[in-house]
């Protein structure tokens, strides 16, 4: 999350480093939910046996423990950029207040189906399609965000510096 942060507040373009972290988020996504799929498919499929049981002894456990982290390193990453983008689109506090109050929002709502289909009798199969469709749809619809509302300003243009002449805060 740090590097991405990093790459994205470098000197630059907006619009070209929007897009290309899309283009990076999206690969990321579509690796993590191929390979969730990848591995419930073998998980319910493998060996043939009653007893589901993940024992951190064999070696099958190690690469669903790296799926697991590679979920946290998703979100991480997708959390930053979504903020990232907010603040590219206003510098108004009270309209940034908004924009994460909304995302939060939908964030919290989409936790609450994610929690509500793990209540009810839906293959692990079905629940990893639904959340692949959901992030694809927020990529597309982030993709068109970009491409429709974001300035071709640079980083540093619109940005006030700090001088002597001028207090940081009004007393």
């Known amino acids: 999350a740090f590097t991405v ?15 290309q972290s899309i283009f990076v988020i999206a690969v990321l996504i579509m690796l993590m939910w191929g390979s969730a799929m990848w591995v419930q498919v073998e998980f319910d499929l493998g060996n043939g046996k009653k007893d589901k049981n ?24 997708v959390q930053v ?5 907010m603040g590219q689109f206003s510098d108004d506090m009270s309209t940034l ?6 995302y ?7 936790a609450a189906v994610g929690w509500r289909l793990g209540g009810i ?31 071709e300003k640079t980083q540093d243009e619109g940005l006030e510096s700090p001088s002597k002449d001028k207090p940081l805060i009004a007393h």
């Open 104 to 110: 939060k929002c939908v964030q919290s709502g989409m």
């Open 54 to 77: 993940i024992d951190f002894q064999e070696g099958a456990f190690w690469l669903k423990f790296l799926l697991y982290m590679f979920y946290g390193f998703n979100d991480s990453i």
């Open 5 to 19: 942060g990093k790459y994205l507040d470098r000197p630059g373009s907006k619009k070209p480093k929007a897009l």
């Open 97 to 102: 207040g908004r924009y994460a109050g909304y």
């Open 121 to 151: 009798p839906i293959s692990p199969v079905s629940n990893i399609i639904v959340n692949w469709t959901l992030s694809t749809v927020g990529l597309v619809l982030a993709f068109i965000s970009v491409k429709t509302y974001m300035e």
């Open 81 to 85: 950029w979504a903020y990232w983008l």
